[in-house]
């Protein structure tokens, strides 16, 4: 009979005790499942977009308007 430690939980389980290998229970499985979504589509990932950055473009792009129109 061969023991496995759950991935979730960590805890020690016979391989037979679990409907949801390889975790020991099917919680476990659904919560290892959870994290996994979380970190594919949860995750905060660093944006190269700066909002401040935007904000500038933008006044130079309206100065730029105001000189075309003079001309
Ligand atoms: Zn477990």
Redesign the pocket.
């Known amino acids: 009979m061969r023991h496995l430690n759950?991935p979730?939980?960590g805890?020690r389980f016979e391989e037979t005790e679990s409907p949801s290998l390889p975790?020991?229970?099917e919680r476990?499985r659904l919560v290892d499942l959870g994290r996994w979504l979380d970190e594919r589509y949860g995750m905060p990932f660093e944006s190269e977009h700066d909002p401040s950055e935007e904000r500038r473009e933008g006044d130079y792009a309206k100065k730029l308007g105001e000189g075309g129109q003079r001309t």
């Open positions: 759950c979730t939980c805890r975790f020991c229970s476990c």
